[in-house]
């Protein structure tokens, strides 16, 4: 999870932008629904809540105040900028036994481990050791490029086979007791899924849940319209709408290397790092839009293929049908490639 001042040289990028009206509007003769607004700071970016408000839904003081210790519970348990959270924890400790999770940990590293997999190592959350050597982690940034010694060293340290859950039990084992977890690719989206969950627990059936970009939604505007998002633009100087969604009754993720990277030497170096190369991905892929049934599968996802690349990260999401889109540059032109459905949501095409 980032820190929540931003680093200079590893500028934080909110690559999804929400629509204007996205808000909930009413034509004259509709009768009033009350539209409350939710809005905080969490993993070191923000969050925003919006939802259409039914009988017997708590005060909005009391969703501000189960929505903010649902997510600070969730940030003590997989922050790795907290030095005493259940992560953290973990990460210190010099050991392969068995040590216990809780049961939230647990679900994210499953899911992660799945993703892992089904990306061929391309979403990797133990490439923590690799992003603290370029400096995008908590760690103290370099001045200067790792040498290549100090990169195999790091990779000794990274790979999923370096890690087993538990088939029985809540559980995990480092197979080197250096092993060392990074969340931060997964950790938002979860957190976005967990305040869903709370919204429709309190009945709650029309409603938007944001953290740092990352998106959910469910049912639709008060309009009984499908929600607006805006895809940005993957311009560093600039922020403006690439296209926009129409969504419902679901999730999305951004992911680009147009904002968080680093300059060294005229050379930029991109936050994503591939755990295969130990180095800053080096193609031309600007930014990925992934949509999935949630939060978490979108985030993970939206990592893997900014690692994978637009040719195998398109030969992998045809493999699964996940509706894609990838924005590739070429001389300062963009150029788009999209799968599995992914056109139809995209908002001049629904009437």
């Known amino acids: 999870m980032h820190p929540s001042v931003p680093r200079p040289r590893a500028l934080m990028a909110l690559v999804v932008l929400l629509a204007a009206g996205t808000g909930f509007g009413l034509l004259r003769s509709d009768p009033p629904v009350a539209e409350l607004h939710l809005s905080g700071r969490t993993m070191g970016t923000t969050y925003s809540v919006k939802y ?53 940990l647990r679900e994210v590293l499953n899911a992660a481990m799945e993703i892992g997999a089904q990306s061929e190592g391309a979403f990797d959350i133990t490439v923590g050791p690799l992003v603290n050597l370029w400096g995008f982690g908590p760690e103290i940034h370099p001045d200067r490029i790792p040498i290549e010694t100090d990169i195999i060293a790091a990779r000794a340290r990274s790979g999923l086979d370096k890690i087993t ?41 029309h409603y938007m849940v944001e953290i740092g970009g990352e998106i959910r939604v469910r049912g639709l505007k008060r309009h009984e319209t499908p929600w607006r998002i805006a895809i940005e633009k ?77 040719e195998r990260g398109m030969a992998i999401a045809e493999r699964l049908q996940l509706p894609v889109l990838f924005v590739i540059e070429h001389d300062g032109q963009f150029e788009e490639r999209v799968c599995c459905g992914f056109q139809r949501y995209r908002k001049q095409e629904l009437s």
């Open 52 to 104: 259409r408000q039914v009988p017997d839904t708590p005060s909005k003081e009391t969703m501000q105040i189960e929505v903010d210790a649902l997510l600070a519970e969730i940030n003590r348990t997989m922050s790795t900028y907290d030095p005493e959270s259940e992560l953290s924890r973990f990460n210190r400790l010099r050991t392969t036994d068995w040590v216990s999770t809780s049961a939230s």
């Open 165 to 205: 859950l538990s088939a029985t039990q809540s559980a995990i084992r480092k197979h080197r007791p250096d092993v060392f977890l990074d969340l931060s690719g997964i950790a938002k989206g979860y957190g976005v899924d967990r305040v869903a969950e709370l919204m429709t627990a309190h009945g709650i059936e």
């Open 234 to 310: 993957p311009l560093s100087g600039e922020r403006s709408v690439h296209t926009m969604l129409a969504l419902s009754d679901i999730a999305l993720a951004t992911s680009g290397n147009y904002r968080n990277f680093f300059e060294l030497d005229g050379r930029r170096y991109s936050h994503t790092i591939d755990p295969t190369t130990g180095r800053p991905v080096d193609h031309h892929l600007v930014s990925v839009t992934v949509l999935a049934e949630t939060s978490m599968s979108a985030d993970a996802w939206a990592t893997a293929f900014q690692v994978l690349g637009p």
